[in-house]
């Protein structure tokens, strides 16, 4: 009889240990609850930073699994901006050789009490006698002929010039590299009103060629 109470309180604690450990197992969560712990947590860090850190992890492993290394990341290096613009272009201030260059043209009337008084002008009424100069400079490397030959190669309206031609001799004063020679004609006012051109070249006088550069021009009003 003792033996059958022994084994009935010995099965009761048995009853009562496995009820004791059941009331301390925690019950087990449903998937919804699960994800929402999980969400509860991520949204406590740096979601940003977790979903890279994942995304690193994930391509780490499946690179890995591939056997492949991993991208290089190229850095482009940007090109030089062109520069707009373009060159000036050189000019030459002299010439090799004889040259000559035109530098002005200009006319005037003698007189006042001295009578040497130059009066500078563009504009003549008919038949008022008058002069003009007509200036070049020798912009070449050698000194110009020893006689210089100014030609009236051709006008627009009527030439009114004393002479069409006119020589200058530098044999005593030679025309060098950077100077400059005026070449001086008479003329009347012209009958024949409005502009005049007078169109003019230099010549070597003794050979009879022009001299490069050599051509120039004057121009008046008779009114």
Known sequence: MDRYKKIG?????????IAVQALT???????????????????????EALAA????TVEAKVM??????????????PEP???????????????????AKFVNSYAYTVGGDSG??????????????FTFDVVFENDGTFNWPPLVEMRNTGSVSTYTG????????????????????GFSISAHGSEELGYHTFYFQLFDAQSGVPIPGGYGYFSYLAK
């Open 81 to 99: 901006a062109a520069v707009n613009g373009t060159a000036p272009s050189v000019t030459p201030e002299s010439y090799v050789g004889l040259h």
């Open 116 to 129: 040497t008084e130059k009066t500078f002008e563009t504009e003549y009424t008919p038949n008022t006698l």
């Open 162 to 181: 004393h002479r069409p031609n006119v020589i200058v001799d530098t044999s005593s004063n030679p025309v060098e590299p950077g100077e400059r020679q």
């Open 25 to 47: 197992v925690q019950p087990q969560l449903s998937p919804d609850e699960q994800s929402v712990i999980v969400n509860a947590v991520v949204q406590t860090i740096n979601p």
């Open 64 to 77: 890995a699994n591939l056997g492949a290394a991993p991208v290089a990341t190229m850095t482009m290096t």
């Open 53 to 56: 850190s994942i995304a690193q």
């Open 9 to 17: 309180w010995l099965f009761l604690f048995a009853v009562f240990l």
